[in-house]
């Protein structure tokens, strides 16, 4: 069974970076990809990007492009996601998920962490 | 970017009433890559259709998904207290998408 157990709470002032990880077991890691969503205060769900373990190839979401950074440890099954340059409304619970399709980057997500919540406040 | 745009953003039902949850797209999404997911308040989002109408390991059968195309529709056969919480749709036909979700609340 995969689970996905996600690093704690993060304070971080406007203009910083925040790192949040993701360490995965129960399946093989290079057979599968990791996404991570963004979640607002009351609002919906917003993909960020996924990463392919098996060879650490990235696919962002326009919206994100140029401030995320995903990246994967093989030798540790910790996916990392990194968001820079913060700003009030990057105020959110981050979510890594699970989805395993060879070949398909874009795909359902079948497991999910439990979220880290990140505050943007100077 | 396909927009998928879920209505109502409220249904107000009792439990043992059938809800039908409604996500629309804004072009279609190809092969019904289309999943459902379920997530109550403080939890992280679960699951519940792939393809559509598949249903994912463990989800019961009061749980049903249908459509194709630009239209696609979640159907609760009988709402039991545990099913009242926030739905979102998703495709993954062409990158991936979330709708804004429908809240299912206690009449």
């Known amino acids: 069974e995969v689970q996905l157990v996600q690093s704690g709470a993060e304070v971080k002032k406007p203009g910083a970076t925040v790192k949040i990880s993701c360490k995965f077991s129960?399946?093989?890691?290079?057979?599968?990809?990791i996404h991570w969503v963004q979640q607002a205060p009351g609002k919906g769900l917003v993909w960020m990007g996924v990463v392919d373990p098996e060879d650490g190839k990235t696919i962002y979401a326009e919206s994100f492009q140029g401030r995320v950074t995903i990246t994967a440890d093989t030798s540790t099954d910790i996916a990392y996601m990194d968001l820079s340059s913060l700003r009030s409304e990057d105020r959110a619970v981050y979510y890594c998920a699970h989805s395993s399709s060879p070949g398909y980057y874009f795909y359902y997500m079948d497991v999910w962490g439990k979220g880290t919540t990140v505050t943007v406040s100077s | 970017e396909i927009v998928l745009t879920q209505s109502p953003g409220t249904l107000s039902l009792s439990p043992g009433e059938r809800a039908t949850l409604s996500c629309r797209a804004s072009?279609?999404?190809?092969?019904?890559?289309l999943a459902w997911y379920q997530q109550k308040p403080g939890q992280a989002p679960r699951l519940l259709i792939y393809?559509?109408?598949s249903r994912a390991t463990g989800v019961p059968d009061r749980f049903s998904g249908s459509g194709s195309g630009t239209d696609f529709t979640l159907t609760i056969s009988r709402l039991e207290p545990e099913d009242f919480a926030v739905y979102y749709c998703q495709q993954y036909g062409s990158s991936l998408t979330f709708g804004g979700g429908t809240k299912v609340e206690i009449k």
């Open positions: 129960g399946y093989t890691f290079t057979d599968s990809y």
């Open positions: 072009q279609s999404v190809s092969s019904t890559y």
């Open positions: 393809g559509a109408s």
